[in-house]
């Protein structure tokens, strides 16, 4: 009989197995990889942005939803005691641009090691095991089976991620357990990935990045959901990078493609007038070019087609013939490319996934299920997300991190 069984070896089940077992109460981890921190291992280009050296506020302020439910986890681990946890556990770390902070070393690696020095540390077994299912007696949980056997304990921390990036194993088993035993789920879908365009003369455009632009996300009703500054950039299927990807996650769960747009300014920093200005400078000193040639200076040249096509105009007419209203009408195109999405891309390319066990059902001081006794859920696997910059997986930490405390302060009956 353990104390607690830990599902799922992701920064979440690694964080709460170690708190769960301070107090020395006995504790498993059971890992369907062979390996622990398989997802994590990739993050941040295998740098890992491990966390968000910033305040609580604006750790709520990049979630997508479900802000008051964090609370009491953000305030137990807040990003400077979670920076204390790995600091103790030998992970020295840099903060940079955005707060975004790394280990030292530029390695994911160090972050794993570091977990496994606190697992051993605290004298967590590790188990290679793929758990099937829950077992539940009463609405009170006992244990679980796994393909070899089974375990009996007093609590279980379902820690078992997302749907995305199935490779790393986080294929949607938590979901399948916590429905089981009455809880519902909200639908799953993908965060923080790719979006597929349907327009057709954005194809030339591949491979093409963009930086200091804005991009925005409008809504049927004309309202813009997103703007920000940032890079982007276009591939074989549409539009990917920072700021589209950050777009992305505004994108509600019952919304329709043909209702929302992406519109792109390649000149954010000038206003309309300035533009034009700008341009006709442009265009004096190139006034005997090819009209392809009298925008060189202003965009990329391989945006300069596309950008014409758009407008109306023809590469090769010469820069001194281009009317006032013709200009005006490069000048609209230029300050906003419009797009229009035909999809997201799939779960393998999503870096999150939004959706997952409804926080309604879960205590938010205690992550125990509010269902089955005994029953705790941690990290992706709850439907939370946030944005890029570390803010994800310091969502891992402190809802695992309040669980583990949990369990560590009940009394052993
Ligand atoms: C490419 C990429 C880059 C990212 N970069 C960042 C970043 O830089 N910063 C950031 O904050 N976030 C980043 N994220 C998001 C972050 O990795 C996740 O939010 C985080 O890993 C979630 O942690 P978790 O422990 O809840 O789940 P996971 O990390 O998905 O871990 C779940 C674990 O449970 C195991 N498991 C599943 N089912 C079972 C079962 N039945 N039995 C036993 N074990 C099971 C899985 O094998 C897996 O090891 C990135 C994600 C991706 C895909």
Redesign the pocket.
């Known amino acids: 009989m353990y104390d607690t069984i830990v599902?799922?070896?992701?920064?979440?089940?690694?964080?709460a197995a170690i708190i769960a077992a301070r107090n020395k109460k006995q504790v498993i981890l059971?890992?369907?990889?062979q390996k622990?921190?398989?997802?994590?291992y990739?993050?941040?280009?295998g740098?890992?942005?491990?966390?968000?050296d910033s305040e609580i506020e604006n750790h709520l302020n990049h979630l997508t939803g479900n802000k008051k439910f964090m609370y009491s986890a953000f305030y137990t681990l807040d990003p400077y005691m979670t920076l204390e946890f790995f600091n103790q556990l030998g992970l020295i770390t840099k903060v940079e641009r955005g707060q975004?902070v790394f280990p030292i070393s530029d390695h994911?690696s160090d972050v794993i090691k570091a977990f496994k020095k606190g697992l051993s540390k605290e004298n967590v077994q590790v188990f290679y095991?793929?758990?099937?299912s829950l077992v539940v007696e009463n609405k009170v949980v006992k244990g679980v089976k796994?393909k070899t056997g089974s375990y009996k304990c007093r609590n279980v921390i379902v820690?078992?991620?997302?749907y995305?990036?199935q490779m790393?194993?986080?294929?949607?088993?938590?979901y399948r357990?916590a429905k089981n035993h009455g809880h519902k789920t909200i639908t799953p879908i993908q965060g923080?990935v790719p979006i597929e365009i349907k327009d057709e003369d954005i194809r030339n455009l591949q491979g093409l990045s963009l930086k200091n632009v804005k991009l925005k996300m409008i809504n049927k009703n004309n309202v813009t959901i997103y703007e920000e500054l940032g890079e982007m950039l276009f591939t074989h299927f549409g539009v990917s990078g920072p700021l589209v990807l950050s777009a992305s996650s505004y994108i509600s769960r019952d919304t329709k493609f043909k209702d929302i747009k992406l519109s792109i300014d390649l000149k954010p920093g000038l206003s309309i007038e300035k533009l034009d200005k700008r341009i006709i400078r442009d265009f004096d000193k190139y006034s005997r070019k090819a009209l392809k040639n009298g925008l060189i200076d202003l965009m990329p040249s391989s945006m300069i087609p596309f950008i014409i096509k758009r407008a109306g105009l023809k590469e090769q007419m010469s820069v001194y013939e281009v009317t006032k209203e013709q200009r005006h009408n490069l000048i609209k195109i230029i300050k906003n490319i419009d797009l229009s999405i035909s999809d997201l891309r799939g779960f393998n390319e999503?870096?999150?996934t939004r959706g997952g066990v409804d926080v309604k059902e879960i205590n938010p001081h205690t992550m125990e299920s509010k269902i089955v006794k005994g029953l705790y859920f941690?990290?992706?696997?709850?439907d939370l997300?946030?944005l890029?910059?570390?803010?994800?997986?310091?969502?891992?930490y402190s809802?695992?991190y309040l669980a583990g405390l949990s369990i560590c302060e009940k009394e052993t009956t």
Not at 7 to 15: D, F, L, S, V, Y
Not at 36 to 40: E, I, N, R, T
Not at 168 to 174: L, N, P, Q, R
Request: aromatic share 4%; charged share 20%.
């Open positions: 599902i799922g070896g992701g920064p979440a089940g690694m964080m059971l890992e369907k990889n622990l921190g398989k997802k994590l990739i993050t941040g280009k740098r890992c942005n491990l966390t968000n975004r994911s095991e793929e758990v099937e796994t820690a078992t991620g997302g995305s990036y790393t194993g986080s294929t949607g088993d938590g357990f923080l999503a870096i999150i941690v990290g992706e696997v709850l997300d946030s890029t910059g570390g803010y994800n997986l310091q969502i891992a809802t695992a």
